[in-house]
């Protein structure tokens, strides 16, 4: 049965603008694969820890010499590692706090980016060991980062973008929703183009 793993990473809940937009992904995903099972993390509202002393030796550690503290140390990461492995397919509604990603996003990649577990760390680099699948990525900005002569840089798609290829996820694509802080007008704009965005990468069938 095919699955997906929805990340939401705004810390308001229903009024989310990105947590929209990506429960938009979701439904429009659903309906083309009814039989799809949905798993479901509110980073946001429920932050994972920030990762510690205690996993950094873990992470470091041969998996044949870990003690149980070590395992347990690693514990969450297998758990998030194990929920990407489980579905096949991945949205990320984030919003764009201080030019990058929020910290609990930050967070969750700490658990899920890790060296020996899902990146291969090569004489040719770093190689991601997870399973590539369809991605989409819903970014929200209350200002505009985008186009011509955008005011702020951009550091949640270049970011994004690389952290999940060196996972192995390559298959991504982003769409942001900007100027969002110039009222209601431009916030239906935003939305009115992520839902003609998604037409064309999710046409209903
Ligand atoms: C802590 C914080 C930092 C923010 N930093 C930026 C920023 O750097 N650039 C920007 O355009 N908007 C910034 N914003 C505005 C949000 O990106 C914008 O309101 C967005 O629509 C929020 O998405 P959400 O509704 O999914 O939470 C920030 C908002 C917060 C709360």
Request: no cysteine; hydrophobic share 45%; net charge neutral.
């Amino acid at each position: 049965m095919p699955a997906i793993l929805a990340i939401y990473a705004s810390p308001r809940g229903a009024a989310s603008h990105s947590g929209q937009a990506g429960r938009m992904v979701v439904e429009r995903l659903l309906r083309r694969e009814p039989d799809t099972r949905l798993l479901v993390r509110h980073l946001g509202v429920e932050p994972p820890p920030h990762i510690d002393a205690a996993y950094a030796a873990a992470m470091e550690t041969p998996e044949a010499q870990r003690t149980a503290a070590d395992r347990q140390a690693l514990a969450r990461s297998e758990e998030l590692i194990a929920e990407l492995e489980a579905t096949d397919r991945l949205v990320i509604a984030t919003p764009m706090h201080n030019f990058t990603v929020p910290s609990s996003l930050k967070a969750w990649i700490d658990h899920v980016a890790r060296a020996h577990r899902s990146i291969a760390l090569t004489p040719r680099g770093k190689q991601g060991m997870l399973a590539d699948r369809p991605t989409y990525v819903l970014v929200s900005a209350g200002g505009v980062v985008s186009g011509e002569g955008p005011r702020q840089p951009d550091f949640v798609t270049p970011y994004l973008r690389h952290v999940l290829a060196v996972v192995g996820i390559r298959d991504v694509q982003f769409h942001l929703l900007e100027a969002l802080v110039r009222g209601p007008d431009a916030v239906q704009a935003a939305e009115r183009r992520a839902r003609a965005w998604l037409d064309e990468q999710l046409p209903e069938e």
